[in-house]
């Protein structure tokens, strides 16, 4: 069954899409847009929490964030890779299955392997899940229009546009907090992540972020290629997919 989504956020692991883009997802998703979260893996080779507890905290983050769904296409964590074919039909599977106007996707070049894998692996599958001779068998084909990169927890680039988060700051904070098997330092053995202030580090790039367009909070996207004014104004102006807009079918 196909289920038509404006925008799905995809991440690496169960908590990426929450640290670099959450505040975006939960004001889009308060502003009517629907809004989904695909994880490419469990995140089950994490130093901290297994496949169950990370499944059930990343539903209470997305619970937060106020999305209509989220899901986990079972990749292997630590082993993402575009050179994959069944990786990528996963991929390709997801966006026909959804057909999301929009995509944000993990940037190239964030330092951490699994999520520049990610990047490379989602770049691929956008392309070829709107090529019609391209697996047939996994649905229509269908390209998103925008496609916008976050920034990996521990880099810092210079985005091509800010969102304004602040006005819903803490369900992010909310979101990030739910994942309390990576975050908090006493459900388990000390880790970068779960220092105390990996967290705090998070909230100060998202106000340096804000800072540089004049508010509190704010989020930082890189541009893949030339943006599309008008998708821009869509995405950001909270309207919901017009029922009879399309993306034209690509050779």
Not at 5 to 24: K, M, R, S, W, Y
Not at 219 to 236: M, Q, T, V
């Amino acid at each position: 069954m196909v289920n038509e989504i404006d925008l799905i956020a995809f991440g690496a692991h169960p908590d990426d899409v929450e640290l670099g883009c959450g505040g975006t997802v939960a004001r889009l998703a308060g502003a009517g847009s629907r809004v989904a979260i695909a994880d490419l893996t469990a995140g089950e080779r994490g130093t901290r929490g297994d496949r169950a507890t990370r499944g059930r905290e990343a539903e209470n983050a997305a619970a937060a964030l106020g999305v209509v769904m989220r899901e986990c296409l079972q990749l292997p964590d630590g082993g993402l890779s575009p050179d994959d074919p069944e990786q990528v039909a996963a991929v390709v599977r997801a966006i026909r299955r959804h057909r999301p106007r929009a995509v944000f996707a993990p940037d190239r070049g964030d330092p951490h392997p699994d999520h520049r894998a990610a990047a490379d692996l989602l770049g691929r599958a956008l392309f070829l899940s709107g090529v019609r001779n391209v697996r047939p068998e996994d649905g229509e084909p269908w390209r998103p229009r925008l496609v916008l990169a976050y920034p990996g927890p521990r880099q810092l680039f210079e985005p091509s546009i800010v969102v304004d988060v602040t006005s819903v700051y803490a369900r992010k904070r909310e979101a990030v907090l739910a994942h309390a098997s990576q975050f908090d330092p006493e459900r388990g053995g000390r880790t970068h992540l779960a220092s105390g202030y990996f967290t705090a580090a998070i909230e100060g790039r998202d106000r340096a972020a804000g800072n540089t367009v004049g508010v509190e909070f704010g989020e930082g996207f890189r541009a893949p290629g030339p943006l599309a004014a008008d998708e821009l104004s869509w995405l950001l102006g909270g309207q919901g997919l017009h029922p009879g807009l399309r993306t034209p079918e690509r050779a």
